[in-house]
């Protein structure tokens, strides 16, 4: 994603040394434009991966911080996806796509800033005293993108190092929310001007791959990368930087335990693809919440986030169920769990393995925490791997 910026402005090294190697002198980083070509794009396909991975929601990269955007933008003068590159407006037929195939709320990504745009770095050079850039790029792309494409997130990034006021964010946002045709559901995050992050907005974000371990008194969302060292497809990347389907559960259920969402990023190529690692683990997640989403989907976090004696178990409230889910990660070798938290009551207190037919024994450890006996089951009979869902009802 960064490319361009560690190439030209921070001059890294292996990034010019491998320019200097693989393209003519004097190629720009605009010379890449007609190179997108998104010829294997099918958006169809992409909204069947999406559905199957167990997503309640899609963020899309409307315009990273090099300006170029997937749609047609009237104030994007050929740097754009209709004009340079693929010919085609990605972000209608994405939006198309999902909403004709599967019930995920469409969301759109967008930066404010723009790395080399020389009307950022003028106002930037003025100290942010000028708004020639919001006002003739950023601000009219927005009103733009929500009018046209009616996206039910706005995932805003890339303050630039410049004030909310610089942006009127609480100009366009209280348009978003009184007036846009996307009023009375759209949700925001919090990257909209310095000092907003994890301060104002819908969602805080914090930073990226945030995932802090304990309760926030705000909603809160892990927007993190399956592989592990980018947000952009990366054709030098190894099996192993790619974060596995036990990683992603264990990112998963910690984030949820502790009231946030999880945001998984996947890189898609030049050419249109969803490589297949990336379409892999999708479907791996979509095939464990088939299983586990009770313990996920509209749940609430518990008192307790994770267990006192036995690590990598994470809690979750089912509301309206009354049940306590604790997702346990690691199944132990003696066949017995043993939970630190919950309270049992004798005859009231109900066990279940999410996906196993009969109640489970167990016997309560004094004032507080429970032994279970889990089923002896061979690998082909246990309901899901990389990670099981054990309910609790009637537990204080």
């Given amino acids: 994603m960064c490319f361009w910026w560690y190439w030209q402005k921070e001059k890294r090294e292996p990034y010019v040394k491998f ?5 003519p002198p ?18 169809n396909q992409w909204a069947d991966i999406l559905k199957a991975s167990g997503a309640k929601y899609v963020v899309l990269t409307s315009k990273h911080h090099e300006g170029f955007t997937l749609w047609g933008s009237k104030y ?68 733009e993108i929500v009018t046209k494409y009616q996206p039910e997130i706005i995932w805003s990034d890339g303050n630039g190092n410049a004030p909310d006021t610089y942006w009127n964010s609480t100009g366009f946002l209280a348009w978003l929310y009184n007036d846009s045709p996307v009023r009375d559901t759209v949700v925001t995050n919090d990257r909209w001007g310095v000092g907003s992050i ?89 095939a464990w919440l088939k299983v586990n989403g009770e313990a996920i989907y509209g749940t609430k976090p518990w008192r307790a986030q994770n267990d006192t004696v036995t690590p990598d178990v994470w809690y979750t409230f089912s509301p309206k169920e009354g049940k306590v889910n604790a997702v346990f990660l690691n199944w132990p070798v003696s066949g017995t769990l043993e939970l630190g938290e919950p309270q049992a009551k004798l005859g009231e207190t109900q066990v279940e393995l999410v996906g196993y037919k009969e109640l489970l024994k167990w016997v309560a450890l004094g004032e507080k925490g429970i032994v279970i006996a889990l089923p002896q089951l061979t690998p082909k009979q246990l309901p899901c791997q990389w990670g099981w869902t054990l309910q609790l009802t009637d537990i204080n």
């Fill in 19 to 23: 320019m200097e190697a693989n393209y």
């Fill in 198 to 286: 994890c301060t104002h907005g819908g969602f805080y974000t914090c930073s990226d791959r945030y995932n802090p371990g304990h309760l926030l008194p705000h909603k809160w969302e892990n927007c993190m990368t399956i592989d592990r060292r980018s947000w952009g497809y990366r054709r030098n990347a190894q099996l192993d930087d790619y974060l596995t389907i036990e990683d992603l559960v264990k990112q998963l259920v910690e984030t949820v335990s502790c009231g946030g969402n999880l945001l998984m990023n996947i890189g898609p190529t030049h050419d249109g693809r969803i490589a297949v690692v990336f379409e892999e683990r999708l479907r791996q997640m979509g």
């Fill in 26 to 43: 004097g190629f720009s980083y605009e010379d890449f434009g007609p190179l997108f070509t998104a010829e294997f794009f099918d958006p």
């Fill in 76 to 143: 994007s003068w050929n740097w754009n996806a209709v004009d340079v590159g693929p010919k085609r407006d990605l972000v209608a037929e994405l939006a198309t796509s999902v909403r004709n195939r599967t019930d995920l709320h469409f969301g759109l990504y967008h930066s404010l800033f723009e790395w080399f745009n020389p009307l950022f770095l003028e106002d930037a050079t003025n100290v942010f005293k000028t708004r020639k850039f919001p006002t003739s790029k950023s601000l009219p792309e927005l009103y």
